[in-house]
C-alpha cells in the first residue's frame, strides 16, 4: 500500500474510465475537492494528522507519504526566492542553483500604482518558486507603514489601505495562477519591528478595521488567498500566531478565509492556544526568528507530541485537529498535488524584463527643479541627464556599489546578478566620464546570510579624506549623481529592529552640503523603504527615490536618469518633514510602554484612524510633509480637466462613475496617476479629511487626452462603527476629490447619498 499510492499518482494521466473508477475518492479528480478531502483524512492515522500540521525541517513540512501527499515546501518572500538553508540550520545549503531574481521591494511595486505590475510580479516570481520546488512564497507583506522608522516598512506596500489592497490582490492571484501559495504576512498589527516579540497592540476596532485589516481581507477575499502567516507580537494580549479574535473571529468567521494559518516563525508559544485559536501550521518554534536555534526540535513543537499527547489523553477531541489537517490537505491540493502545473523556470530574460520594468514603473521623482546650464533659456531641469551633452559624472556615495539584495533579514536573496548603480550609470553614460568618490563609510560587510557581495566594501580612509575626495572631484564633474541613502543593514531597514533616528545616517548630510558648496547641479537618488529626513532639499535641485529594486537596480536608475524612462512613480507614503508630523509619533505612542514585569510592551495606537494624509490632512497648521503621499513628478507635465459625475445622488444600490479628461501637456510620452479621494461634508463624527478610494495610472503620449473613469460603490463612502461592528454610511452631501497626490487636487464634485 505504501508506495502504491504514489504509483496511482504518477501514472494518473494515462488510466483508462475503468480504471479510474477504481481510483479512492481523495485521488480522483472528477470529485468535489471537499470530498476528496473528507476521503483522505479518513485514511489518516493520528500520527499522520499531527505531522502535517508542523514543521519537519526549517522550510518544509511533511505530506502524508502512506498515501502519497509530498511534503509541503515553503520559502521566503516576498521579493524573489531564498537560497537554500540546510535542513534543520539557518546555515546556507550552498546550492548552485538556487541564485534567483530580485525583484523590486513591495515598496517600489506599490509606488508603481499599477495592478498590472502585481500581477506580473506575482508570475514572474511564481514561475522562480516552481522551479526551486516550492510550494508556499512567505509574502506578500501588507502591514501599514505606520512610522517611517518601522524596519521592515521595505517589505510592504506602504500607508493607504486601498492603495496596499488594490496591489496585493493581482500578486496573490498571478503567484497563485502558477500553483504556488501566497502566505500573505504578517496578520496583523506589525507595524513596527522594535520588541515584535513583546509588543501587545491596543488598537480602535475602527482603525483595526478601516486601516490595518482591508489589505489583508482584500488578499484573502479578492485575491483568495491559500495561506496567511500570523504575526509576532500580540493583540487584546494573544500573540497573533494564535489569536481568538484576530484568526477565528475575523479571519475564519467573518471572512470565510478556507485556507491555511501558518505561524511565523517562532510565532507559536503556546498548545492551548494554538489548538483552540486557529492556527493551523507551527513553523520555526525554537528558533526565535532567526537567531536562537535548537536542533531537531520539531517533535517538540507545540502542536506536536503535546498536543498529540492531550488528544490521547482525551484533554481534546479531534474536532480543531480535523479542521486543521482539512485546510492543510486543501492547501496540498491547491500546490503539491496540484496536476498539470508548469515546470517554472529560474532567472529567465522575461523575469529580468518584469524585474526591470517594474522598478522602472516605481521609481519617484520627487524633486526636479532648474538650474543654470547652458541653454537658450540659460536654466532647464536638472533632469534627465544628457547622455550625449554631459562630458562628466560624477557618481558619489556607497549606495552606489553596494549589493542591496543582500541584508535585510529573512527577504535577503541571493540574485544570479545585480547590475550596481555606478555599473548602470557606467553603461549608460557611455561618452561621459564617469567618476566615483564613496563620500561616506556606512555598512562594510562583506558576506549576509551565506552571501558575498560583490565588491569589496573595505576602507581605511577617514572621513575627512573621504570628503575631500567628493569635493574635490565634484568641482570637476557637470553633473554630481549622489546615491545613498538606507542600506537594509541592522537598524537601517532591517528586520528585527527599526531605525534610531529619521535622520540620514553616516556622514552623508556632511559630504552633500560639502559638495553643493562647489557644485549645486546634484542629484541625490535616495536608496531605502522608508522616507528619511533630507536637510538640504531646498539647495538640491532633483531627489529620486529608487527603493530596494533588485537585480536590475543600476540599469532602471540609470533608464530615468537619462531620461529613457520617463518616471511614473508616485509615494505609496507620506514623506515627513519631521518625526513630529507622523501620528504615532506626535502622540507619543510609538514605541510603547512597558509592562512593570518588562515581559510585554503595550503599544496604543493613539492616532486611532489617522495615520499618514489622514494625520497631515488634519493638521496642516503645523507644517506640510515634504512630499505628499501619491506624489511623484514626470519629465512632462499633465492637466487634469473638469470631473463629472454619471450621476448627482447614488443609494445603496448604486455605484457612482466619476469621469475626467487628462492631458499630456509636455513633449515627452509619460504617465500619470489619477487619484480619487472621497470627503464627507458634515460626518456626525471623526472622519479623515479625505480618503483615497480609487486610482488609475494612463500612459499618454504627447498632446494625447483621455478620458478616465473611476468608479465608486458605497463601501467608499463607508466607515466603520466599532459600537455596532459594521460598516456603515449616513445620507447627505460627499465631494470627490481627484488630484495627481494628496496635496494636489484639480478637480473637486459634490454629490449626495441617499
Ligand atoms: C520573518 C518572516 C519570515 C520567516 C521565515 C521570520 O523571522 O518574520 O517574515 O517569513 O522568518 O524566514
Known sequence: ????????????????????????????????????????????????????????????????????????????????????????????????????????????????????????????????????????????????????????????????????????VPYVQGLQSKGVAACVKHYALNNDEEYRHQVNVKVSDRALHEIYLPAFRAAVQEGGAWAIMGAYNLYKDQHNCHNEVMLNKILKQDWGFDGVVISDWGGCHDTDEAVRNGLDLEFGTWTDGLTMGKTNAYDAYYLAAAYKQAIR????????????????????????????????????????????????????????????DGSPSGKRNLLPINPTETRSILVV???????????????????????????????????????????YVGDTVQSYNG????????????????????????????????????????????????????????????????I??????????????????????SKVPAVVQAWFIGSEAGEAIASVLAGDVNPSGKLPFTWYASLDQCGAHATGSYP???RPDHRVIDEEYREDIFVGY???????????????????????????????????????????TFTIPVSNTGSVAGAETVQLYISEKQPKGERPVKELK????????????????????????????????????????????????AADIAARCIFTFK
Open 516 to 537: 553643493l558648496k562647489v557644485n549645486p547641479r546634484l542629484v541625490f537618488v535616495n536608496i531605502s523603504g522608508n522616507g528619511i529626513a533630507l536637510p538640504w532639499l
Open 694 to 741: 480609487a486610482f488609475r495610472k494612463v500612459f499618454l503620449n504627447p498632446g494625447e487626452t483621455r478620458l478616465i473613469s473611476l468608479t465608486i460603490g458605497k463601501e467608499a463612502l463607508s466607515h466603520y462603527d466599532g459600537a455596532t461592528g459594521r460598516w456603515t454610511v449616513s445620507p447627505g452631501a460627499f465631494e470627490a476629490l481627484v488630484g495627481t497626490s
Open 397 to 439: 556615495g556607497e549606495n552606489a556599489i553596494k549589493m542591496m539584495t543582500v541584508g535585510g533579514g529573512s527577504s535577503s536573496l541571493k540574485a544570479q546578478r545585480e547590475i550596481l548603480p555606478l555599473d548602470g550609470i557606467k553603461a549608460r553614460f557611455k561618452s561621459a566620464t564617469i567618476d566615483y568618490a564613496r563620500g
Open 1 to 168: 500500500m505504501k508506495h502504491l499510492a504514489l504509483t496511482i499518482v504518477a501514472s494518473l494521466g494515462c488510466l483508462s474510465p475503468l480504471q479510474a473508477q477504481t481510483l479512492p475518492v481523495y485521488l480522483d479528480e472528477s470529485k468535489p475537492l471537499e470530498q476528496r478531502i473528507d476521503d483522505a483524512l479518513s485514511r489518516m492515522t493520528l500520527d499522520e494528522k499531527i505531522a502535517v500540521i508542523h514543521a519537519q525541517s526549517k522550510f518544509s513540512s511533511p505530506g502524508v507519504k502512506r498515501l502519497g501527499f509530498p511534503d509541503l515546501w515553503t520559502d521566503d518572500g516576498p521579493h524573489g526566492v531564498r537560497p537554500d538553508v540546510l535542513w534543520d540550520e539557518w546555515e546556507q545549503a550552498g546550492q548552485t542553483n538556487d541564485s534567483c531574481v530580485a525583484f523590486p521591494a513591495l515598496t517600489c511595486l506599490a509606488a508603481t500604482w499599477n495592478p498590472a505590475m502585481a500581477r506580473l510580479y506575482g508570475e514572474s516570481l511564481g514561475e522562480e518558486a516552481l522551479y526551486r520546488g516550492k510550494n508556499v512564497i512567505l509574502g506578500p507583506g501588507v502591514n501599514i507603514y505606520r512610522t517611517p522608522l518601522g524596519g521592515r516598512n521595505f517589505e510592504y506596500m506602504g500607508e493607504d489601505p486601498l492603495l496596499a489592497s488594490r496591489m496585493v
Open 451 to 514: 552571501v558575498t557581495v560583490g565588491r569589496s566594501l573595505y576602507e581605511t580612509r577617514s572621513q575627512a579624506e573621504l570628503t575631500a575626495e567628493a569635493v574635490d572631484k565634484a568641482r570637476r564633474a557637470d553633473v554630481v549623481v549622489f546615491i545613498g541613502g538606507l542600506n537594509k543593514s541592522d537598524y537601517q531597514d532591517c528586520e528585527g529592529h527599526d531605525r534610531k533616528s529619521y535622520d540620514m545616517p553616516y556622514a552623508q548630510n556632511e559630504v552633500v552640503e560639502a
Open 592 to 594: 510603547g510602554t512597558w
Open 614 to 656: 489622514r494625520w497631515t490632512d488634519r493638521l496642516k497648521a503645523k507644517g506640510k510633509p515634504l512630499f505628499p503621499f501619491g506624489h511623484g513628478l514626470s519629465y512632462t507635465t499633465f492637466k487634469l480637466g473638469r470631473v463629472t459625475a454619471d450621476k448627482v445622488s447614488m443609494g445603496a444600490a448604486d455605484s457612482l
Open 313 to 372: 489523553e482525551g484533554r481534546y477531541t479531534t474536532k480543531e485537529l480535523d479542521d486543521k489537517v482539512r485546510r492543510v490537505l486543501r492547501l496540498f491540493y491547491r500546490t503539491t498535488m496540484r496536476r498539470n502545473k508548469p515546470v517554472g523556470f529560474l532567472c529567465s530574460e522575461s523575469h529580468y524584463e518584469a524585474a526591470l520594468k517594474i522598478a522602472q514603473d516605481g521609481i519617484v521623482l520627487l524633486k526636479n527643479a532648474t538650474v543654470p
